[in-house]
């Protein structure tokens, strides 16, 4: 059953709506490029070179400040190495405050873990990633 909007309350027009919808979008957009070309480990420089526009124009981008064009998102994708799909998938889906900072902690983490260059540091890192991940394995199933 429909809810029945307050006495007081002021309809919002349904293209108010819609604008506040698209710019959802166009930040969701630009959050997941920032995303993903941390995760890579490119400079905002290394892929403002590859689509061929300025580096501050990237940064723009990942801002939300300025839109994405089609054109632009599918070269994106090429760069970036993911569908242009990729850079929708979740949009609309609530996130909650602990969701938020474990992805800015994960985005952080990518981010040093790209600036390792020497090859057995890594492998150290993965190695300690893989025992927390079996220790924590382990405690859950003690839980159940």
């Known amino acids: 059953m429909a809810r029945k909007p307050a006495a007081d309350a002021v309809p919002v027009p349904a293209d108010q709506r819609l604008t506040a ?8 957009v630009a959050e997941r490029v920032r995303q993903r070309r941390l995760s890579m480990g490119l400079s905002q420089k290394q892929v ?5 526009v300025s580096t501050q124009q990237v940064h723009k981008y990942e801002r939300g400040l300025n ?6 998102l599918y070269g994106l994708s090429v ?4 569908p ?5 998938d ?3 889906s609530p996130r909650t405050e602990g969701e938020t900072q474990r992805h800015r902690l994960s985005l952080e983490m990518m981010r040093n ?5 020497d090859e057995k540091e890594l492998r150290a890192l993965n190695n300690l990633a893989c025992l927390l991940i079996e220790q924590a394995g382990r405690n859950d199933n003690r839980k159940g």
């Open 67 to 72: 839109r994405i064009s089609v054109g632009q």
């Open 113 to 117: 873990v790209a600036a390792i260059e």
């Open 90 to 92: 979740g949009f609309g």
């Open 48 to 52: 403002a070179d590859l689509i061929a």
């Open 79 to 82: 760069v970036l190495e993911v």
């Open 21 to 28: 919808r698209v710019l959802d979008a166009d930040h969701y």
């Open 84 to 88: 242009v799909a990729w850079f929708y």
